[in-house]
């Protein structure tokens, strides 16, 4: 059957709760998620996971394609706030994207993306994240990589010792109240980081077997909870899901917590989602670190996500971007940036100064700070000259992004 005769078959509608059953198949089939998956997370059987599922379709805005009643395409938008250099932002968050293959090549995820990016310009979400399973794929609609992570492995030899600190550890269950301040906290004052939910706790743990995890909560001499760690001990191997903390102290006192179990394991093995030398900070730095590209995002609405980005100076002199976008039309061409009358920053489409040529992929990771003005120059992605590459090195933030999370 021709391509176009199978897409006169099809409508595009929103997924709603009556659709949980095939959302669900959905997401399995491609994914390939199996039964083990879902009992190793925890879950006795399917029906449970469907149930943890109904409050995405409650609360997100799914959309498909459907063959008379059958769902064959999806993506889900879940409605997020990040802190884009201590500025919270809306960001809309992309995943439950897939299709079956006998519908693949028709252009349908095309479309859906389409719609996608049109809702969350049309909700005031002015950046997108998603986890890519085809950064390629990813990056032909628009979204770069702005974060990664380290994958570090530790002897028992190598762990590292510090002094006494004033405070004390306390292990607690993952959904304690002074482990969500912890974090609540950590994201308010962090670059990237998501401002969790309800729903975005969930989704964090959705997929572990979180009555196996604890959380390690490190206290100041004030009883103030400082520092998280989620951790879980398995065949000698003491693993770390995340570390978090909002003082030195509160490191130094985690590791030496998990230095405590010298005696009880033989390695340790973790992920760092910020930029944490690791290796500088231990006595016997040879260890091995895998790094990671992580999440992606783009910028929805250029003007007005550099109408509300925190530049850390204005410009002296006016200049403009000079943006392509393969799928969102109205982020192509010009966007000029200066300051207007009043001393405040303005955004038009008429040009003013010196141009700076870049792709929409390019203007995301480079304000997201994943990597400076200066690196992108090098690499040819902006077409300017040297002197407003030390102007974009000066407004835009150096702070790299921390983001952890999963959805």
């Not at 190598?158 to 109240?177: A, C, M, S, T, W």
């Not at 971007?321 to 393969?326: E, N």
């Not at 002197?387 to 702070?399: D, F, G, H, N, R």
Request: glycine fraction near 4%.
């Amino acid at each position: 059957m021709l391509s176009s005769s199978i897409r006169d078959k099809l409508t595009i509608k929103p997924v709603t709760l009556e659709h949980l059953d095939q959302f669900n198949e959905l997401l399995r089939y491609v994914f390939q998620v199996t039964s083990r998956d879902i009992e190793e997370s925890g879950y006795q059987k399917y029906d449970e996971l469907l149930r943890e599922k109904r409050p995405v379709l409650q609360d997100t805005d799914v959309i498909g394609w459907f063959n008379k009643n059958k769902l064959v395409s999806q993506l889900c938008i879940y409605p997020c706030k990040v802190n884009i250099h201590n500025k919270i932002f809306e960001m809309a968050g992309l995943t439950g994207v897939g299709t079956y293959p006998e519908y693949a090549n028709l252009g349908l995820m095309n479309d859906l993306i389409q719609i996608a990016l049109k809702k969350m310009r049309d909700n005031q979400q002015w950046i997108s994240y998603l986890y890519p399973y085809s950064v390629p794929f990813y990056r032909k609609k628009g979204w770069e990589i702005f974060s990664e992570f380290v994958v570090f492995n530790l002897k028992d030899s190598q762990l590292p010792r510090y002094d006494k600190q004033p405070g004390f550890v306390e292990r607690l269950e993952i959904d304690e109240e002074d482990v969500i301040d912890v974090y609540n906290r950590f994201s308010q004052s962090n670059h990237g980081a998501l401002i969790r939910s309800q729903l975005s706790w969930d989704e964090y743990w959705r997929w572990e077997n979180e009555n196996e995890r604890t959380a390690a909560v490190y206290y100041d001499q004030h009883n103030q909870p400082t520092g998280v760690m989620f951790y879980w001990i398995n065949k000698d191997v003491f693993y770390i899901k995340d570390l978090i903390y909002l003082t030195q102290e509160a490191r130094k006192g985690l590791w030496n917590f998990v230095y405590a179990h010298y005696s009880m394991v033989d390695k340790v093995k973790g992920r760092i989602y910020r930029h944490d030398p690791l290796a500088f900070q231990l006595q016997d730095s040879k260890i091995t670190e895998t790094i990671e590209p992580y999440y992606m995002a783009r910028i929805v609405d250029v003007a007005e996500f550099l109408k509300a980005y925190p530049f850390k100076i204005l410009p002296k002199e006016p200049f403009h971007f000079v943006v392509t976008d393969p799928v969102a039309e109205w982020n192509n061409g010009i966007f000029s940036i200066y300051c207007d009358d009043n001393g405040q920053l303005a955004v038009d489409r008429q040009p003013k100064g010196k141009a700076v040529g870049l792709t929409i992929q390019t203007l995301s990771s480079m304000l997201m700070s994943f990597r400076r003005p200066q690196f992108f120059f090098e690499y040819e992605r902006l077409q300017t000259d040297q002197a407003m590459i030390v102007v974009l090195e000066q407004m835009i933030p150096a702070k790299q992004p921390y983001f952890s999370d999963y959805f």
